[in-house]
Structures are given as structure tokens and as C-alpha cells.
């Protein structure tokens, strides 16, 4: 039996787009046609009539239900707007101006957010990707290949865990080689990466058996810039380290290895790692270790079953001990160096987009002023506020997106500034692109801007009204005080923004005075170093420093070179630690320090100061009485009131004793953030005394970039031995420059954005001041004509303005608080609670308020007594 | 009418559909009574949106009849034309005849 009622899904439907107040009335008009047409055509005809209707009905519903209305309401807002701009092109431009350089500022920087923060890394399922390393008295160190193993052999924790390790061989074509940076890869590391060779294929377990044939592939730069992008190149054979390696394949241009993300030099070329078991070395720490885990395996539980192989471990292998398993997703890894500052920045340029809005709604603010008697007739005849704060919504969106439109351009050329002056230290920033993230984050930016601009003057018009303060009568000039309240609380909101930025700013300018402040105990500028090595494997030390010594003499004779010494490496290279034994009064005294093994124009080339005794000389030979000469720190420190010059010290107790000749001034060697930790120096010629071996040079110009010298060095070394191969070319005040580049990049952008917001403060105070002081024409005529002096005059309107002002900065002070706390990793020797700098940008803050407010308020104080009285 | 939209054509339709009913229209007798008339189907919805934008050009009002004397019987909501309504209908339908050049044409048009 067919039922006699409407369908129960149609009638839903129909519930669901009619409008409340309709919903009653149209279930009834169709429900009662529904029985007429039950009774004359059949239930069955009715209910599909009634399907029918429902279905044609919800279209016209629906848009009545966004009431069109206001659609042909928007668009006439948005004439109206348009009109408003042109009316007022000097403010309108400002406003737009305004907002285009905050829009544009945050677009460029969440552009940079985005790249490196927000995008996926370019693997598949890269949020299944960890990064594992281990944590060895409480220092981060990458993996030996017996605890890789064991790793990799747990189970239930991995999908697959591959490792990498980075790793440099000379490329041999024709006589010259070059020394190239790659991979050492386990063979399942691409394979779990989800990538491919571009040309030729991928590494199999095959290619690590003992015995396999030696294979390579190579990187898309590598294959352009050396192979001419030659596809025949599979199959080939090229040599590394004057080992043939038959190219399987090349990997695709846009591929990023995981070692590729923050280093400079990004690898040219892969080699399968040789199978890897438990018995493999557990001392050596080389690997980096990548790992996918397993479905349904969080990070907590992997690193709960690898901590407990790691106890495991630690009862067998002295080795393993306080040893400990980490891990963390991939790219929360890569980017962890960059993520405090980044998400800093990013707060810091939202305030100025927030000081840009609240300008533009004092802008607005102003202009509702004047039409202030307009509102309050159409308030009487019954206009809805909500339609008035709609038109003003309108309006604040239409100068927000003129301002987002050339603010997209801004941000777009801010980008590719910002990515240019970037540090290398910033991993991703390759390969930017507007993708619909950053542009749905502007769009978002744009219209709460917008919004917030319009709303802002609106709601304050209409609160005016609420307490009938508008004046129907119109003419009057006297504002009324709670548009000045309104006002000042935007500008105090203003300072405070700007007050938070600059006392980041500030803290990052104390934290590079300070940088800049330490030194490094050896001169950087005009020295070139460079690393040499012999073709393969190791040479016999004698005719090493025989190479070197060669080289040495005939490089000094360059014209325009200063000096040349040769070492094992350089400070901000490398350089290697050990043990030793102190032998005085009393007991040997075991210690560590810094070792090197250097020319004895080492000291003379990089300018570090004799304190004592003397450097080395002719005398000190390979057969003479070992010597050392050690750094003032060593005296300090491991001396304690022993004279050290003739003081004996022993790298262990088998080994000979050293005898040291001087002191030297203090060095830190890896740079700025290092400690100065005590020096040893062994004489290069004193062969015997040392186990590296001498592997780089350095050469001191008299004056200008010593990289113009570099192809006379080269020529004098190929001369002198052809096979040698130069590499890490490398300026040292570039390497140092490069270690404190991120901090002033830090400062730099921060700075910037302080001086913006700064700016536009200024701006917004000073327009707030004389729109006030504007009003207040009559008052100030009539103070004035009864004798109130004119500084009197000036000092009561600055003096509010800075009332208002001081509000913002006590706010803005807690929120610089805040901010400094959560950025305390980028500070170097600075507190957060630097008494210095918040004293300096509270001063700024009221000195920079009080020049904005003067020349209004003088201005003001100026004007004819007579005139205002008349004209109220 | 003054500066203002032209009245679109199925609002006129409507306004028509009320003017005929005497002011006692309602949803149902004016869906009706257009839907005859012009021998396509009407939604019920359409009817109900364009009232809602007729009332709010002012050109109609709404009053509400008592309940209906029987069971679960509902108000219903009674549509008539305001004095501003009948000079918009009037003006868009002499204006009408004015634009078209000659009524016989409307047969030619056919």
C-alpha cells in the first residue's frame, strides 16, 4: 500500500534550504497541494509532483537564502569604496601602500616558511621517514656500522633503515683530477626513499656483495657539467681516486639526497656501501642513518626497542657505553637548526602587518569622522547597523586587496632578496614556487586585514551612536571622547607591536656586537687555504713534508704573496684532539688538547702572537730533540704555576717526550662559538712526533682577494707533482664569515622589519595626533584667547598622546618578554632579560612617539585663536 | 519606480499572480495561478524567494490568517501588494506596452 505522505527524504531536503522564518508556510502550501493532487492524480503521481518541486525549489531557496540583496549591496560597496579612494588619493595611497608592504613582507616570508617548514620533503611518504642518530655523553654523533647493523635487524621497528655517509674522491679526465663531494649509500636507501635514476637504474643488493663489479651513479649536475649530458654515459667507466667505476646510472635533476639539504656542495655522485653485519666496527661513527618505520610504528615505540638494544650493547662493548639510540622525523631533523628563527620571523612580520591594519583603520576611522552626521541620519531613519559595519567591511577588503594585489609583487621580489641573502645554514630553499598554500595564507592575511580595518572605524561609529554622541546637527568639530579613546587604544595597540619587534631586533643586534666582540686568536683576512692530497692512499711522510716544503718555498716567491705554511689542516678546517700527559712535579698529569701539525711560518702567516719562548726554527729537524709549542690556554690550564717553557709533556707513556719551546696566544680554532681550548703544535719537519698527515696549505697575500692568486698556485703544484689533487678552496674569512652568517641574516631581517614597523608607527601616532589635535580647533582657540601659553598647548596634546603611547609600550614590554624568551636559542651571549636593550627600545619607543606628536600639536597650537572661535 | 532595478520578469509574473488574487493570495493559489497561466512548472521555492525580495523592495507585504478551522489546520501567510508595489506593476507593464512597438507583433512573435 503506497504511503499517503510526502517522501520523507524530499521533505528533509526541503527543510534544509528554506529559510527559517519561510519553512512553515511553504511545508504547508506544498503539503496541501500534495493531498489535492493525491486525491485527483494518485499518491504515486503526487509524490514525484512533489520530488519535482522540492528539487526545482532549492536552487531559488538557496540564494535567497544569501540574500542577493546584499550581493548588489557588496557591489555598490565596492563602487562606493572605489569612489572613497579616488576622492582621497593621498591617504587612499598610503593606506594601500601601507598595506601592500605588510602583506608583501608576509608573504615573502611565509613563502620561505612554507619551503622549508611546511612542504614535504620530495620523497614518498616522507612523514614515515626518521632521521636516527645517537646521543653519546649527552653529545649528538652520527652511527659506527656494527650498531647500524643492529638497528637494522630489530625487528617490528623499520620498513627498511639505510644509511649514508659523505665522502669525497678525485674524478680523473685526462692529467688533472678534481676532488668531488658524494655519497657512500646502502643499497635499499633509494629504494626506501622512493626515488629512481633518471637514466639507467638503481643500486641492487648485488651491487654490495664482496666482489661485485664497482659501480656508480652519478647526479643530473654532474652528468651536465662533466658527461655533456651524454646518455651513452651508462655503462661507461670513470675513474675515482684512480679506481675504474662503471656508471649504472644518473639521478634526476630535481633529486635531493637527505645530505643534500643543508650543505653548499651538494653531491655529485653515489656509491653502494659494502653489506654492513653486527661484526662491523662499533668505534668508528661515519654513518647517517635514515630509516622508514614500519606501519603503525610511532617514533616513541622505535626508540623504545632501540634503547634497549643500545643497553644490550652497552654490557657487551665497552664501546656502546652511555650510548644511546634517537630519533625524530626527517624533516622535523633537517630543519631543526632553522625552525625557532624561522617561526620567529614569522611572528614578527605578522606584527607589522597588524600595525599596517591598524593604521589603515585610523585612516578610516578619520574618514568616518567626517561623515559622522551622514551615519546618524540613516541610523534614524532605521538603517541597520549591521548594514553599516558590512559597507565599512567592504570597504577595508577593497584597499586590503589593492594593497595584496602589489603586495603579491612586493613579495614575490622580498623573496627571491631574502632567499639570495640566506645562509647556507638555511636547508630548502630551492626551487620556490607560489603554491596555493602561500597564496590561500595571503588571501587569509589580506582579508582579516581587511576586515579588521573596516570593522574597527564601524564598530566605533556605532558605539558613538549607541551613547547618542554622534551630533545630528552636524558642523561640529568637537570629537567626541570615545572616538579619541578608540583611537588612542589603536595607537597604543601600534606601539606595543612595534616595541615587541625591536627588542627582538635589539637582542639579535647585541648577540652579533657581542659575536663580533670574540676573537679568534688568528687572522682570516687575506689568507687562502686549500686542501692537497696525494692520488692515493698514504705517502710516505718524509717525502710528504719534502712536497710540501717544495711548494712552500716556490709560492713565497710569488709577487704579492705575504707568507705560506702547511699543516695538517687549518682553525675553521678541522684539526684533531688527544690525549696527553703533563710530566712536572709530582705525578703525570693526564689531559686533553687540540693538535696540529704546522710549518714554522704557521704562527707568522696567521699572525698568532709569541707570548713566550720562541716558534719553530732551522733547528727543530726531524732528528733534533722533539719539540711543541703550545697555546696560552695550555698554559693556564694544564701548566698551573709550572714555567712552561721547558716543561715536558708525552702524548702517552710509551711515546717520546716534548719538550716546549714557546706560548703562543690563544686560539679558537672552530671559530667563534668554540671554545679556546688548549693548543698543542708539533713541527711539521719533526715527522715522527705526529700520525696524520700534512694535507693543507695556506697562503697570505699582501693585500686584495687572495683568490686572484689561486691559478699561479695551482700552477706551481701541478708543476711540482701533477697528481696531487686541490680542494676546499677555501678564503678564510669566508669560512668565518659563513659561521656567523645565519645570525646576521637573523639580525638583518629583524632589524629591517623593526624599522618598518617603526616607520609606520610613526605614521600612525602622528596621524592619530593631528586628527585629535584637529578636533579640538575650538577648544584650543578659546584656551588660547584666554592666555594660555603656546607650549602649555603643546605639552597637554603631546602629553596624551604619550599617556597612550606609554600604555602601549608597558603591553608591548610583557610581549617583547615573551618573545625574547621563546628566542633564546638564536641569542648569543645576550639574556633575554637584557636590561640594556629594553632600556634602549622603551627610549626609542617615547622619544620616537613624542617627535610623531610634536609637530601636530605645534602645528595645532599655531593656529588662529579668532579663526577657530569662528569657524567651530 | 525611481533609479533603481527593473522589476525581473518572473517577479512580475508574481506581482501579476497577486494583483489577480486580490490581495488574497498565498503560496499556493499564486503558484497555481502562474503555473496555469503560463503552462510551465513553478517551484514552490522560486515563488516563496521572489516574495521575500519583493518584500524587501517594498513593493509587497505579507498578513497572516488565522489558523484554519481543522486539525493540525496552519496559519497562512497572505500576500498583498503595497500602494508602491501597484505603481512599480502598473509602470513595468505600461512601460512594457511602450518598448513593444505593436501588440499584434507579440502574435507574430509566436
Known amino acids: 500500500m503506497t504511503r499517503t505522505a510526502p517522501p520523507r527524504f524530499a521533505a528533509w531536503l526541503l527543510r534544509a534550504v528554506t529559510p527559517s522564518e519561510d519553512r512553515a508556510f511553504v511545508f504547508s502550501d506544498l503539503h496541501e497541494e500534495f493531498e489535492t493532487y493525491a486525491s485527483s492524480h494518485g499518491v504515486t503521481w503526487a509524490r514525484r509532483w512533489y520530488v519535482r518541486q522540492v528539487l526545482t525549489s532549492i536552487v531559488p531557496l538557496v540564494a535567497a537564502r544569501f540574500d542577493p540583496p546584499r550581493v548588489t549591496q557588496f557591489a555598490q560597496h565596492v563602487r562606493h569604496s572605489l569612489g572613497a579612494v579616488r576622492a582621497a588619493p593621498g591617504a587612499s595611497a598610503a593606506a594601500i601602500t601601507t598595506l601592500a608592504l605588510g602583506i608583501g613582507a608576509n608573504t615573502a616570508v611565509f613563502s620561505v616558511v612554507d619551503a622549508v617548514l611546511l612542504r614535504p620533503l620530495p620523497y614518498t611518504q616522507p612523514e614515515r621517514l626518521v632521521s636516527v642518530w645517537q646521543v653519546r655523553s649527552g653529545q649528538r654523533t652520527v652511527v659506527a656500522p656494527g650498531d ?10 623499520f620498513e627498511a633503515l639505510g644509511a649514508y655517509m659523505p665522502a669525497t674522491r678525485a674524478l680523473s679526465a685526462g692529467d688533472a683530477a678534481e676532488e668531488l663531494p658524494g655519497d657512500v649509500v646502502t643499497v635499499n636507501l633509494f629504494p626506501m626513499l622512493g626515488v629512481q635514476p633518471a637514466l639507467g637504474r638503481t643500486f641492487t643488493p648485488e651491487d654490495a656483495r664482496p666482489g661485485a663489479a664497482a659501480t656508480v651513479i652519478v647526479s643530473s649536475a654532474l652528468w651536465h657539467s662533466r658527461f655533456a649530458s651524454d646518455a651513452s654515459i651508462i655503462g661507461r667507466s670513470v675513474s675515482l681516486n684512480g679506481e675504474p667505476q662503471i656508471v649504472i646510472g644518473v639521478m634526476p635533476a630535481d633529486f635531493v639526497p637527505p645530505s643534500g639539504f643543508a650543505s653548499a656542495d651538494a653531491p655529485t655522485f653515489f656509491l653502494p656501501a659494502p653489506e654492513v653485519s653486527t661484526v662491523a666496527s662499533r668505534a668508528d661513527r661515519t654513518l647517517h642513518l635514515i630509516g622508514r618505520l614500519a606501519p603503525g610504528v610511532t617514533l616513541a615505540q622505535a626508540a623504545e626497542v632501540l634503547n634497549r638494544i643500545d643497553a644490550t650493547l652497552a654490557t657487551h662493548y665497552a664501546a656502546n657505553r652511555d650510548t644511546r639510540a634517537a630519533l625524530a622525523s626527517l624533516d622535523r631533523d633537517i630543519t631543526r637548526g632553522v625552525r625557532v628563527s624561522l617561526i620567529v620571523i614569522l611572528a614578527c612580520v605578522g606584527l607589522v602587518v597588524l600595525i599596517a591594519s591598524v593604521n589603515v583603520a585610523n585612516l578610516l576611522i578619520v574618514q568616518a569622522m567626517g561623515h559622522r552626521h551622514e551615519f546618524a541620519i540613516r541610523l534614524a531613519l532605521g538603517a541597520a547597523r549591521s548594514d553599516i559595519i558590512f559597507e565599512y567591511a567592504v570597504r577595508g577588503l577593497v584597499l586590503a586587496t589593492a594593497g595584496a ?17 640566506a645562509p647556507a645554514s638555511i636547508p630548502r630553499l630551492n626551487d620556490l614556487t607560489l603554491n596555493p598554500r602561500v597564496l590561500g595564507a595571503t588571501a587569509l592575511i589580506t582579508v582579516a586585514t581587511g576586515l579588521m580595518a573596516g570593522a574597527i572605524p564601524a564598530l566605533q561609529l556605532l558605539s558613538d551612536s549607541r551613547r547618542g554622541d554622534l551630533n545630528v546637527t552636524a558642523k561640529s568639530s568637537a570629537s567626541s571622547p570615545r572616538a579619541r579613546r578608540w583611537q588612542g587604544a589603536l595607537v597604543a595597540a601600534e606601539v606595543a607591536a612595534a616595541v615587541i619587534i625591536a627588542l627582538g631586533a635589539g637582542l639579535l643586534v647585541r648577540s652579533v656586537i657581542q659575536l663580533n666582540r670574540i676573537d679568534v686568536g688568528f687572522e682570516t683576512e687575506r689568507v687562502l687555504t686549500m686542501r692537497l692530497r696525494p692520488p692515493q692512499g698514504n705517502v710516505d711522510p718524509a717525502a710528504r713534508l719534502l712536497f710540501f716544503q717544495h711548494v712552500s718555498e716556490r709560492i713565497a716567491r710569488i709577487p704579492g704573496v705575504q707568507s705560506v705554511a702547511f699543516a695538517n689542516d687549518f682553525p675553521l678546517r678541522g684539526g684533531w684532539k688527544g690525549k696527553l700527559q703533563v710530566l712536572g712535579r709530582g705525578e703525570p698529569v693526564d689531559a686533553a688538547a687540540e693538535f696540529q701539525a704546522v710549518s714554522d711560518s704557521y704562527f707568522a702567516t696567521l699572525s698568532v702572537p709569541l707570548l713566550r719562548g720562541r716558534f719553530f726554527d732551522a733547528t727543530d729537524q726531524g732528528d733534533s730533540p722533539p719539540v711543541i709549542v703550545v697555546s696560552q690556554t695550555f698554559a693556564d690550564q694544564l701548566l698551573r704555576g709550572q714555567e712552561p717553557i721547558g716543561a715536558i709533556v708525552r702524548r702517552n707513556p710509551a711515546a717520546p717526550a716534548l719538550r716546549i719551546v714557546g706560548v703562543v696566544g690563544e686560539i679558537r680554532r672552530n671559530g667563534k662559538f668554540a671554545e679556546a681550548a688548549p693548543q698543542v703544535f708539533f713541527p711539521a719537519t719533526q715527522t715522527r712526533t705526529y700520525a696524520v698527515g700534512l694535507e693543507a696549505l695556506a697562503v697570505r697575500v699582501v693585500r686584495g682577494d687572495p683568490r686572484t692568486w689561486l691559478p699561479a698556485i695551482r700552477q706551481v703544484i701541478a708543476e711540482e707533482d701533477a697528481q696531487q689533487t686541490l680542494s676546499r678552496v677555501r678564503a678564510l674569512d669566508e669560512l668565518l664569515k659563513a659561521s656567523v652568517a645565519s645570525w646576521r641574516f637573523n639580525m638583518l631581517l629583524l632589524t629591517s ?15 592619530v595626533v593631528a586628527h585629535a589635535a584637529a578636533q579640538r580647533t575650538r577648544e584650543i582657540g578659546i584656551r588660547t584667547a584666554l592666555g594660555a601659553s603656546r607650549s602649555s598647548i603643546i605639552a597637554s596634546i603631546v602629553g596624551s598622546a604619550l599617556r597612550w603611547a606609554a600604555a602601549g609600550v608597558c603591553v608591548g614590554l610583557v610581549g617583547a618578554y615573551l618573545l625574547a624568551r621563546g628566542m633564546a636559542a638564536m641569542l648569543f651571549n645576550t639574556a633575554p632579560t637584557d636590561a640594556l636593550t629594553y632600556g634602549m627600545v622603551t627610549g626609542l619607543m617615547l622619544i620616537a612617539s613624542l617627535c ?5 600639536a605645534r602645528r595645532a597650537a599655531a593656529a588662529d585663536p579668532v579663526h577657530a572661535l569662528r569657524n567651530p | 519606480m525611481g533609479k533603481g532595478e527593473y522589476l525581473g520578469e518572473f517577479e512580475l509574473y508574481v506581482m501579476a499572480a497577486v494583483a489577480r488574487l486580490a490581495d488574497e493570495g498565498y503560496g499556493v493559489t499564486i503558484r497555481r495561478e502562474i503555473e496555469t497561466r503560463s503552462t510551465r512548472s513553478v517551484a514552490i521555492g522560486a515563488v516563496y524567494a521572489t516574495l521575500s525580495r519583493l518584500e524587501q523592495k517594498g513593493y509587497v507585504d505579507f498578513h497572516f490568517s488565522d489558523p484554519r478551522p481543522v486539525q493540525g489546520g496552519r496559519s497562512r501567510k497572505h500576500v498583498r501588494l503595497t500602494a508602491r508595489g501597484r505603481r512599480a506593476l502598473a509602470e513595468a507593464t505600461s512601460m512594457l506596452a511602450r518598448m513593444l512597438p505593436d501588440l499584434s507583433l507579440l502574435a507574430k512573435l509566436r
Not at chain 1, 617603526?758 to 605614521?763: D, F, Q
Not at chain 1, 610623531?852 to 601636530?856: D, E, M, N, T
Open chain 1, 148 to 157: 647500524y647493523a643492529e638497528y637494522a635487524a630489530a625487528p617490528h621497528v
Open chain 1, 405 to 421: 594585489t602589489s603586495g603579491i609583487a612586493v613579495g614575490i621580489w622580498t623573496r627571491d632578496l631574502l632567499i639570495a641573502a
Open chain 1, 753 to 767: 622589519f623593526a624599522g618598518l614597523a617603526l616607520m609606520l608607527a610613526i605614521v600612525g601616532v602622528h596621524g
Open chain 1, 852 to 856: 610623531a606628536s610634536y609637530l601636530p
